[in-house]
Structure formats: structure tokens, C-alpha cells
């Protein structure tokens, strides 16, 4: 999480691509999945920036289910 004070400074960004880089080095890891709230617009359009697709898919928690392919 990034503090209200020091979001939209593209840090939160900054992070998650450094993660998915990290994912990236693994040969075994094809995949990164994740979910969010299908109403949270601020989450999807900042996770679809980063290459996240939505799938389309519910979890049980009627959280949607976003994948990378790395």
C-alpha cells in the first residue's frame, strides 16, 4: 500500500514492476494472478497498466481475477 499522501507519484507503480521483474526471473513462474473489487475502476485501470488482463472470472468473494503472463 501506498500512504494517500504519496500516491499518483507513480511509486505504487514503480513497486509493482519491480515485482513482476522479480517474477520474471523465475523460469518456473508463467503466470502472476491477482484480484481486486470489480467496482474498484482506480485498481483495475492501474493493474491493467501494467500488462493485467481481466479474466472475466469471479472468486468466491466476487473479487475478479486479473493474470499477467510473464
Not at 505504487?12 to 519491480?18: D, L, P
Not at 523460469?27 to 474498484?40: A, F, V
Request: hydrophobic share 35%; charged share 25%.
Amino acid at each position: 500500500m501506498i500512504d494517500v499522501s504519496y500516491q499518483s507519484r507513480g511509486h505504487g507503480k514503480e513497486a509493482m514492476q519491480q515485482v513482476v521483474d522479480m517474477f520474471k526471473k523465475n523460469d518456473d513462474c508463467h503466470y502472476i494472478g491477482l484480484s481486486t473489487e470489480p467496482d474498484n475502476y482506480s485498481a483495475l485501470r492501474f493493474y491493467e497498466s501494467l500488462g493485467f488482463v481481466n479474466t472475466g472470472e469471479l472468486l468466491e468473494e466476487s473479487e475478479v481475477i486479473l493474470l499477467l503472463k510473464v
